[in-house]
């Protein structure tokens, strides 16, 4: 299994602000996820951090609202930029080791709690 | 559009009380379905991942079974210690994207 940690933990940022969050793993990986998971639902797939190149977004999802970098393979950003109080919410960032089509298991990181006032 | 439910919302039972959680999919093409764990404050955890109906995977008191529009978790005399959100997640064949959908998650209460 992966150990994953985020930072920061949480925080609490204004309105019209950008938050950067950092992903790091403590052995190389294939793949690296990016999630949100709002107040009480389940969890959507903001997009695949690519290790050199850009990232793929899924549906609904920008380059320009949320922009990922992945220097390498253990690590990556997500930033979430010009908040509003919509985008109060937990991002999680998972990994999985494989890079087959179908992936057995992703490993999550702990979170990053944000909250937009 | 691919979809993910889960019933019941909660779920509540005694120790050693044996019950069945279900997952409803509605997806074009399905390349996987998990199960996961997901404590209060957490990440969610990897429990299993099934690929095709008629498939079954245990782990210590969990089960789960696929069909071809369903899955169960079963869980066999449960502890206290298995209380936990259970999420069931699909991935579907798309040409681009991932395509992880996550259901909303049953929320199970073991009481000792």
């Known amino acids: 299994s992966a150990v994953i940690s985020q930072k920061p933990s949480r925080d609490i940022c204004q309105r019209g602000t950008s938050l950067t969050i950092q992903c790091q793993v403590d052995s190389q990986v294939t793949m690296m996820f990016w999630y949100r998971q709002q107040p009480g639902q389940s969890l959507t797939l903001i997009a695949t951090a690519n290790q050199g190149s850009e990232a793929t977004y899924e549906s609904g999802f920008v380059i320009d609202k949320f922009p990922i970098s992945r220097p390498n393979l253990t690590f990556s950003t997500l930033t979430v930029s010009n908040m509003s109080p919509e985008d109060s919410s937990i991002y999680l960032c998972s990994v999985a080791p494989s890079s087959e089509l179908s992936y057995n298991e992703q490993f999550f990181g702990p979170g990053t709690r944000l909250t937009v006032l | 559009e691919d979809q993910v439910t889960q019933s019941p919302e909660a779920l509540r039972l005694q120790e050693g009380e044996s019950s069945s959680l279900n997952c409803s999919y509605t997806?074009?093409?399905?390349?996987?379905l998990f199960w996961y764990r997901q404590d209060p404050g957490k990440g969610p955890e990897f429990l299993f991942t099934?690929?095709?109906a008629g498939e079954e995977k245990e782990k210590e008191r969990l089960k789960a079974t696929l069909t071809k529009k369903e899955s169960f978790l079963h869980i066999t005399a449960p502890k206290p210690e298995d209380s936990a959100t259970y999420l069931c997640a699909v991935q579907a064949r798309r040409n681009y994207g991932q395509n992880f959908v996550f259901g909303p998650g049953t929320r199970l209460s073991v009481l000792p």
């Open positions: 099934l690929y095709s």
């Open positions: 997806v074009s093409g399905l390349r996987g």
